[in-house]
């Protein structure tokens, strides 16, 4: 009995300790920001002396004599139990940080984003969680907080690789962590703040926040308070007053081109950029004009980007780093006095600000020489419409891609505050206005104007501003309720009488009337693909523009989008009898498709070895998947695995099994519901409730194929299958399941993406699980409501199952074998992402035209995050920085190569269109190209020759040449 109590004990105590650790909810946080700010310790518990023999003492115990200490507040237990359960860190301290720990690798950087995050808050929210404690003398020394900022990045700055793959993220942390040594400006400042508090103890607050927490926001805090107190200070604290505001605007000066040369003359060695900067602090002055000054202040930052490791003391590549920053800073105030008057003018200023995105770590250096060419000054006279419409292009898309580059390094943390701090959502677009990316945007939106007043190009959306910065991705016209989405857009209901504007495209989208974004995904996602199948019209658009449009939320819109790029967003009640004619019944009765199943083979109730069936067994046995990866191993074996299977026959057969608890058949269940459904429709029911109806029907129906049994006899043959096409037992061998309906990559319709995969399963339960899973992923909402506008015979649906092993790829994507909104028929845009499943999905995605004998880039990776497939089975996630390019030329040749022979022989072998295009998915392992899918690319053949699209689209001449010294 005692063993049994003992037993249940510490099963107590046990459970005790896991309801301690779990995480606290955001409800929760939410409440202890609160109560945080009324707190006037805020998170902190009480003053204390933190000893370096690892004790802590009183205030007014010091250290023993020996024995070095720092003195500062240590952490409420509610506070470090936030840094233990939900990696939150509030309040940080510093001085008290680990320097390892506070650089967080493993959780990329989190912990000191936190900070960056926090100190941004701060400064939006009047101290944020530190309302009040922000006055909590003693709390912070900012003596100590800058100490231990320059150890920081003595540490952190020596690994070259280190630096070279977190240049971004290192160089925005400068900006916010305290390193700049207690210089003889800072120490007067912090003097004279203390002397008047001790004469005027009411000063007492502002002196702890300058002394704990200084920034530029003091000068105004010290005037105001200056102001406020005037009738209370004597002439003497008067002119301390005015020495300390002196003090701070000294502190806080523009760049100090002399102090700026001590500092370069400072640091050991002879490099190129040294010798650069000593030139510059002697040829140039605050005074020099911006079109002189900033050509050279971007040749500085990205010279000082790519020599700063031959540096070898991490304290001199600090000092490095900071004149950096000085430059930058230079940079953004001249930017605005650039104010060109001609063409050539605006050119080079847009030059030389994208070069210096790269200088600052908005682009990676291999990025910006790739694009460099396209938009470099033009030494001649005339520049054709063609030339200048690349030139804009290229630029829209680094103004983006810096975008994205804070979007990717600091999307995590930001996310996981927003969810208990809305505050937290405005720091990415915070970080991207304090940059270079903010007068390039305006710039470009210049360029912009100018192009299409001289092209004829002409938007008409809502009558906002900057209108040039909206270009068209997919053509086609909408009419419906325009939603914007600033927020999250993958937990929005979409309706597909309505048209969305969002930050990024959703991963999982249903059917929408029309879409524009901000991000624009990739042009090859699933996401993209659909939209330009189905003639949804698609438009990517600014960060400004978004935020103009919100006024417009709920009302009704006309959209169009031409397929050179025009687009048309206006009130419904302002379109022409032209564009109100395109919605009449007999202008817009869809042709809805119907797919053929009187060919389909339903007997067919074996597993099939892949190599037995090819391109002619789709809709016949298989879907088009494995019939076409069946065709692809027939011409290119040794770059497409084995495979097995599962036909529409067996999924036909299952559903003839009597569906538990409703007295009929899997199959009678189904039928019954669509007919049911119909009497509905002929009855008057409204369509929304007929819809609703039909998902309860089609839920109960896959929770109902999730539970089903398999037939022994089909258990039995795949376990045989797998030993005689795999070589292994199943269990052994990680697999993918692919759903591969009849209603997909069809030549109208492509689903791509619309049902399920699963990804490296290797468990026979999980394997036998995943296929009934597959089966009923069909009859999810998603993929019904797709079918369901688009496809007459929706009921027909046919799952098979492609089972092949899996590649553990190092990346992967999609190749569309034609140019797509630029190039050519004969070339190709590949789109890649690091890992498994790269690109589909709407990653930011390295994407590329490649033509004969060039590639061209059109959008680097900006995806942190991917997945591989270790033999173990599941996936695992890796982060990753983006210093190198994802293809390299060897694969680029490849790539080539099998878009060629799929060209010739697909057609041959097939009989099918010469001149069609394919889209198809691939890997690369070790350089070796894998082929998993081909599938034919479909566009929408209506909305590419639409009469309205059409009409709208600019009459131009390419070939027609502007003067280079033409007034803006």
């Given amino acids: 009995m005692p063993k049994v109590l003992l037993v249940l004990f510490i099963a107590v105590l046990l459970n005790a300790f896991t309801v301690k650790a779990q995480e606290y909810t955001s409800a929760s946080i939410k409440q202890t920001i609160q109560d945080f700010k009324k707190d006037p310790r805020g998170p902190y518990l009480r003053i204390r002396w933190f000893c370096e023999d690892g004790t802590m003492r009183e205030p007014k115990d010091p250290c023993p004599e020996g024995v070095d200490g720092i003195q500062h507040a240590s952490y409420k237990p509610l506070t470090e139990n936030l840094a233990e359960r939900n990696h939150l860190f509030f309040g940080e301290i510093l001085a008290a940080a680990d320097k390892n720990k506070f650089w967080d690798a493993a959780q990329e950087q989190s912990r000191l984003k936190q900070y960056q995050l926090n100190k941004y808050l701060q400064s939006v929210d009047n101290g944020w969680i530190l309302e009040k404690a922000q006055f909590y003398r003693g709390a912070i020394q900012s003596e100590d907080e800058e100490a231990w900022g320059i150890e920081f990045y003595e540490w952190l ?58 920034e530029v926001s003091d000068l105004a805090l010290v005037q105001n308070f200056r102001q406020e107190y005037s009738d209370e200070l004597t002439p003497e604290l008067k002119e301390q007053f005015d020495a300390l505001v002196a003090t701070l605007n000294e502190y806080y000066a523009p760049i100090n081109l002399e102090r700026l040369k001590n500092q370069v003359a400072s640091i050991n060695g002879d490099f190129d950029v040294k010798q650069q900067l000593l030139k510059f602090t002697t040829d140039f002055d605050n005074n020099t004009p911006a079109y002189d000054i900033i050509p050279e202040i971007s040749d500085l930052l990205c010279n000082i980007r790519t020599q700063v490791t031959q540096v070898k003391k991490a304290s001199e590549r600090l000092t490095l780093l900071d004149v950096s920053l000085k430059l930058e800073e230079m940079l953004l105030k001249k930017a605005a006095d650039w104010e060109p008057e001609d063409l050539r003018d605006l050119l080079d200023k847009n030059y030389y600000l994208s070069y210096a995105t790269a200088g600052t770590g908005l682009l990676e250096v291999w990025e910006w020489e790739e694009v460099a060419s396209v938009i470099a000054p ?58 270079v990316a903010l007068p390039l945007g305006k710039t470009v939106s210049e360029l912009g104007d100018f192009i299409s007043n001289k092209s004829n190009l002409e938007n008409d959306v809502m009558q906002i501003d900057e209108q040039s910065a909206i270009h068209g991705l997919n053509p086609g016209y909408a009419l ?36 524009a974004t901000v991000d624009e995904g990739n042009l090859v996602s699933h996401v993209q693909l659909l939209a330009r199948n189905l003639g949804i019209p698609n438009a990517a658009l600014s960060d400004k523009n978004l935020e103009d449009l919100q006024e417009f939320n709920g009302e009704e819109v006309f959209y169009a989008v031409s397929n050179k790029g025009t687009v048309i967003l206006k009130p419904a009640d302002e379109m022409t009898s032209e564009e109100k004619a395109l919605f009449s019944s007999e202008e817009r009765k869809q042709t809805k498709i119907a797919v053929p199943i009187e060919k389909i083979q339903l007997d067919q109730k074996s597993i099939l070895n892949m190599r037995d069936i090819d391109a002619s067994a789709s809709g ?42 409703q007295g009929k058949s899997y199959w009678e269940f189904l039928t019954e519901m669509f007919e049911t459904a119909e009497a509905k429709r002929q009855a008057g029911t409204p369509d929304a409730q007929v819809v609703d109806y039909q998902l309860a029907k089609l839920a109960t129906l896959r929770d109902a194929i999730n539970a089903m049994q398999l037939k022994p006899a089909f258990v039995s043959e795949l376990r045989n299958s797998f030993a005689s096409i795999f070589g292994k037992p199943i269990g052994q061998a990680p697999v993918f399941l692919r759903s591969d309906t009849n209603m997909e990559d069809l030549k109208e319709f492509t689903g791509a993406g619309l049902n399920l995969t699963l990804f490296n399963v290797v468990e026979e339960q999980k394997i036998l699980d995943g296929i009934k899973k597959v089966w009923a992923s069909p009859y999810t909402e998603r993929s019904f409501k797709w079918r369901q506008v688009y496809l007459s015979n929706p009921e027909n649906v046919f799952p098979s199952i492609l089972v092949i092993p899996s590649v553990d790829v190092d990346y992967s994507g999609v190749m569309i074998t034609k140019g797509i909104n630029e ?9 890649f992402s690091r890992g498994a499943g790269g690109a589909v999905d709407g990653q930011a995605a390295e994407t590329r035209l490649v033509t004969a004998n060039m590639t061209k880039l059109l959008a680097p990776a900006r995806q942190p995050d991917y997945i591989r497939l270790p033999v173990s089975g599941g996936t695992k996630g890796y982060s990753t920085s983006f210093e190198a390019s994802i293809l390299n030329e060897k694969n680029i040749q490849s790539l080539r190569e099998v878009a060629e022979e799929i060209r010739s022989k697909i057609p041959e072998e097939t009989n099918s269109d010469p001149k069609a295009a394919y889209d198809v998915e691939l890997g690369f392992q070790d350089d070796k190209l894998w082929l998993f899918q081909i599938r034919p690319f479909v566009e929408n053949k209506n909305a590419l020759s639409n009469g309205y699209l059409d009409s709208i689209s600019p009459k131009t001449n390419p070939d027609e040449y502007i003067e280079m010294d033409s007034k803006l």
């Fill in 620 to 661: 016949i046995l298989s879907g088009p998947k494995a019939a076409n990866l069946g065709q692809l191993k027939k011409m290119f074996p040794d770059h497409v695995v084995e495979g097995l299977v599962i036909p529409f026959g067996i999924f036909r057969d299952h559903m003839n099994l009597p569906m538990p608890g």
């Fill in 823 to 831: 190039g050519t028929d004969e070339d190709l845009t590949v789109a």
């Fill in 378 to 435: 033009i030494n001649y006279t005339t520049v054709s419409l063609a030339e200048l419409n690349s030139i804009l292009n290229t630029s829209r898309s680094i103004v983006q891609w810096s975008a994205a580059m804070a979007k990717a390094n600091y999307d995590a943390v930001v996310e996981k505050y927003a969810e208990f701090e809305p505050l937290a959502s405005g720091f990415i677009d915070d970080r991207v206005r304090s940059s």
């Fill in 157 to 214: 700055l020596k690994d070259d690789a280190r630096l070279e793959k977190n240049y971004y993220v290192i160089r925005q942390s400068l900006k916010d962590i305290p390193h700049s040594g207690d210089d003889n400006i800072a120490q007067r400042m912090r003097s004279e703040s203390k002397v008047i508090a001790e004469e005027f103890p009411k000063f007492m607050d502002v002196r702890v926040k300058i002394h704990g927490q200084p």
């Fill in 480 to 515: 419906g309720e325009l939603v914007v989405v600033s927020g999250n857009p993958d937990a929005v209901e979409v309706s597909n009488k309505k048209i969305y504007i969002f930050k990024r495209p959703p991963s999982d989208l249903k059917p929408v009337a029309g879409i």
